[in-house]
C-alpha cells in the first residue's frame, strides 16, 4: 500500500508518491522565536515529526523546520524587555529546542533561520520583480496578487469575491488590497539590511519561499503547519514561489494539523490560559504530553484539559506495565518491526487513534501471554511500536518509581486492595466496589482467587 495523506490543496486523501523516487522533501513551518511556545505550537512539532519518523521507513527524508526570527513580534519584545533581539531569539530558539526535545521531537534535519537567508530572499523578490509578478512601491516591494491567476487555489478563496467583500484598510501604495508585502524599510532602530529598495527587512512569507528554496529545492514533496496557515501565509508562499519559479509548483501535498483549544476556549493571553510547553514539561513527563496531543487525528480539533494528560498517562501505564519484568534482549530488541496493523494506521493519513489501539492489542497479548519467549517477542514488537511513536523510552521499573504515588504504583494498588479487603470483611460492599472501579479507572483489574487478590494492568 503506499502512504495515504490528506492533501488540503485537493481537500481529500490522496496517495503519496514523492516527486523523486525513494527521497522526500519536507518543510514544517517553524515559531516565531519571541516566547516560550505553546501547548499548541507544539501540536505541529509532534505531530510532524512522527509524520518524518514514518516516512523515514521507506524514504530518504529532507526534513526542514525552520526558526522565524525577523518579525515585528519580535521587535516589539526587545522594545519590551529592553534585550537586544539576538539575545531573545537565541534564547527562545534554544528553549524551543528543548521543549520539543522534552516531547521526544527529534531535531529535523535543517534548522534554517531567517536572517541567515535574506540573501536569497533579496535574490527572490528581484525575480519577482523582474517577472512582473513585484512592485516597489513607497520603499515597499509587493506582490500583485492580480499577475497570479491561481491566487486563492490552496485556500479555495476566489479573488474577485475577496476583493469585493475586502473591508481591509488599503494602503495607499499597493494597487490591490490582497497584495503582500515582500519586503518593508526599517527605521534606524529596527533590524534591517541593504537591498535595492533601501535598508529594509523581509515579510514573513518571503522566508519560508526562500528557506524552503535554498535547502529542499524549488518543488518540495510536503509542506506543513498548522490550519491558520493556510491562508493567508501559505497561499502566499505558493504564489511567490510559483512565480518566482516560472509556474513550477511548489508542494506537492500541503499537510494541516488542526487547533488545540483549552478547556473548549481558544488559546489567548487575555483569557490567561497559555499554556506553555516549558511550565507543563517540569510537572508531567514529556512522553505523556507527546502521547496527549497524539491521542485525536491531527487534522481533528484537540481539547485539552486535565482529562486529556490523565488518560494519556493511565494509557502509558498501561503499556509500561505490560513491558514490566519483560527481559528483551539487544538481538530481539534490533530485530523487532512494529505490528504492520500500526504501521498501516500511522500510513494511512497518520491515524494515531487507530494506531494506539494496535499497540493495545499488543499489549493484551502480552498480558495474557506465557511462555517467556513469546513474552519477549512481543514486548519487542512493542518497543520497535514506541520508537516510531516516540514513546516507551523509558525503563518500565524508572517509569513506576517516577510515579507520584497517585494510585497507581505496585505499593499504592497493593495497600488498595488490602483497603478493599477489609472493607469486605466489614460487610462494607460499596466501599469494596468504590475501590474496586477506582482501580479500574486506572487501568488495573483485580481478581479474586482462593488464595487471595491478584491485580494486573488491563
Ligand atoms: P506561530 O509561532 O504562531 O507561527 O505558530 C507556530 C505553529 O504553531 C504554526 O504551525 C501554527 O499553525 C501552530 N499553532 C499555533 N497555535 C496553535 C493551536 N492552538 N493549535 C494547533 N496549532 C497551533
Ligand atoms: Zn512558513
Known sequence: MTIQLHDTR?????????????????????????????IGNARPAVVF?????LLRR?????????????????????????KPIGEITERFKRAYNEDMGALGVLPPDVEPCATDHIGEMIAMIETLIDTGHAYEAEGHVLFDVESYPDYGQLSRRNLREMIAGSRVEVAPYKKSAHDFVLWKPSTPELPGWDSPWGRGRPGWHIECSAMAEKHLGNTIDIHAGGQDLVFPHHENELAQSRCAHGGADFARYWLHNGFLSIDHEKMSKSLGNVLLVHDLVKEVPGEIIRLALLS???RQPLDWSDETLESAKRMLDRLYGALRGVVVSPAARAAAEPPAPLVAALED?????????ELFVVARELNKAESGSER?????????AGDLLGLLGQDPEAWFSGDAGDGLDAATIESLIAERAAAKSNRDFSAADAIRDRLAADGVRIEDGPDGTTWRRA
Not at 508518491?17 to 515559531?31: A, F, I, N, S
Open 10 to 38: 485537493r481537500g481529500r486523501k490522496v496517495p503519496f508518491e514523492p516527486q523523486h523516487e525513494g527521497r522526500v522533501t519536507m518543510y514544517l513551518c517553524g515559531p516565531t522565536v519571541y516566547n516560550y511556545a505553546h
Open 49 to 53: 515529526d512522527l509524520l518524518a519518523r
Open 58 to 82: 521507506r524514504y530518504d527524508v529532507t526534513f526542514a523546520r525552520n526558526f522565524t526570527d525577523v518579525d515585528d513580534k519580535i521587535n516589539a519584545a526587545s522594545i519590551e524587555s529592553g
Open 296 to 298: 485525536a487525528h491531527y
Open 349 to 357: 493519513d497518520l491515524n494515531t487513534p487507530k494506531a494506539m489501539a
Open 376 to 384: 519477549e517477542a512481543l514486548a519487542a514488537t512493542m518497543l520497535a
